[in-house]
């Protein structure tokens, strides 16, 4: 039994479970006809209006993981639940927000931002209005004519979550969305991506190797182990206040306190992905 009051030993089960992943394990067949098992039985259950980070050490297989929510891989065992229904083929109800940017270069930040509506058959005009009105949102309303080379990589993200919100989703999956930005510009992201998503509480599951990050998003962290055979080993309420700044909450000595803890039982788990991913199988 654990003796950190974040931790938690059952999940909070009073708000209603929109994604279950259920015994979840994960294999990739390799070249050589063996098998590599990346994620063990693994349980996460998370909530309406939940936000909840997945930290974990380098190669443990948070993004696999997150594949397996967005249907893009399929579990060799256990079961994906999205709204009580376990989930076959794509997760059309989730938005997916990746590293890599999704943005077309030969169309214009307008036309990136509408194509998903477009595409659902929205008319264009219609389409393009609200493309301007998610512009705006972003803090780009002045940016709409320009081609995605002429914006700097926090434009970029900027464009890629108006993208993906435009198309309204039920639920949120990023996989380090900020991962290539640099450090100033990845809290004004995170800002903005907290202020967006505190006007409707999407569900989200949002991946980082970046404890800090995770801590200052999320409402749970959860923790998972170093591969192979990774799986879920720990959860963590964030008992920060909201609305949250991030700039300013990393200064909350409550902060400190939260990272530490967490930190105290994610260090070996880190070590021992280095280890492995540097050849030292252990
Ligand atoms: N298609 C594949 N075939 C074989 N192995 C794979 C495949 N995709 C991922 N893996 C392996 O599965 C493990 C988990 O990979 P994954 O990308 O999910 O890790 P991650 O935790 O997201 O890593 P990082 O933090 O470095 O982005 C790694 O060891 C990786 O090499």
Redesign the pocket.
């Known amino acids: 039994m654990s003796t950190n009051p974040l931790e938690i030993a059952q999940p909070n089960q009073s708000r209603e479970t929109v994604i279950e992943l259920k015994d979840i394990q994960i294999s ?3 070249a050589d006809g063996g098998r ?1 098992d ?2 063990a039985e693994s349980n996460l259950k998370v909530a309406e209006n939940e936000f909840v980070a997945i930290v ?10 997150l ?1 397996a929510v967005a249907g893009l891989l399929v579990p060799a065992g256990g079961a994906v639940e999205i709204g009580g229904q376990r989930l076959q083929g794509l997760n059309r109800k989730a938005g997916y927000l990746f590293q890599q940017d999704a943005l077309m270069p030969w169309k214009t930040v307008l036309e990136n931002v509408a194509i998903g509506l477009e595409i659902a058959g929205v008319p264009k005009a219609q389409a393009r209005e609200q493309a301007r009105g998610w512009l705006e949102k972003v803090g780009l309303g002045n940016f709409g004519d320009r081609y995605p080379h002429m914006l700097s990589g926090g434009q970029r993200k900027r464009v890629g979550l108006a993208q993906v919100l435009i198309r309204n989703p039920k639920y949120l999956l990023m ?2 969305p900020f991962g290539p930005l640099d450090a100033q510009t990845r809290v004004i992201m995170g800002d903005l991506l907290l202020d967006l998503w505190s006007q409707d509480k999407k569900a989200v599951i949002f ?1 980082t ?1 970046d404890l800090e990050e995770a801590i200052a998003l999320a409402d749970r962290v959860v923790i ?1 182990s170093a ?2 055979r ?1 799986r879920i080993m720990a959860e963590y309420r964030i008992p920060l206040a909201r609305p949250r700044e991030i700039s300013e909450i990393r200064l909350d000595n409550q902060f400190h306190h939260i990272h530490r803890e967490i930190w105290g039982a994610l260090k070996e788990e880190v070590l021992k992905g280095y280890r492995q991913t540097s050849g030292d199988r252990q």
């Open positions: 990739f067949k390799l590599f990346a994620v974990g050490p380098t190669g443990c297989g948070k993004s696999t993981l594949n996989d380090e991946v190797h998972m591969g192979p990774a």
